[in-house]
Nanobody, 126 residues
Framework: QVQLVESGGGLVQAGGSLRLSCAAS????????MGWFRQVPGKEREFVGR????????YYADSVKGRFTISRDNAKNTVYLEMNNLKPEDTAVYYC???????????????????WGQGTQVTVSS
């Protein structure tokens, strides 16, 4: 049984920073790419970024490129999302997800990830 547990969300002023963590258990973490997505009420879940199984490759949505950084610690079974220069439009529930394929660079679509965390709220005030 795979479990993903996010933490680190909260309320921050525009221009501030937050670091989200996602702790994984249940299958060999180091074999799977990880993704971060976000969702606001009434909208579809949106791709934020992903990191390959080894951590050697990352890719970001244009809306967060240069401000967000994804990293992972395979020894701790944890993936991180460092968010800097936050904007009010970054307000959303943030989810981590585990890729359905092993040894992948990661994917962009929601249906290419088979396990999801419960989400953590990030609110950016103006």
């Amino acid at each position: 049984q795979v479990q993903l547990v996010e933490s680190g969300g909260g309320l921050v002023q525009a221009g501030g920073s937050l670091r989200l963590s996602c702790a994984a258990s249940g299958r060999t973490f180091s074999r799977y790419a990880m993704g971060w997505f976000r969702q606001v009420p009434g909208k579809e879940r949106e791709f934020v970024g992903r990191i390959s199984w080894s951590g050697g490759r990352t890719y970001y949505a244009d809306s967060v490129k240069g401000r967000f950084t994804i990293s992972r610690d395979n020894a701790k079974n944890t993936v991180y999302l460092e968010m800097n220069n936050l904007k009010p439009e970054d307000t959303a529930v943030y989810y981590c997800a585990q890729d359905s394929s092993t040894y992948s660079s990661g994917h962009y679509r929601v249906d290419e990830y088979d396990y999801w965390g419960q989400g953590t709220q990030v609110t950016v005030s103006s």
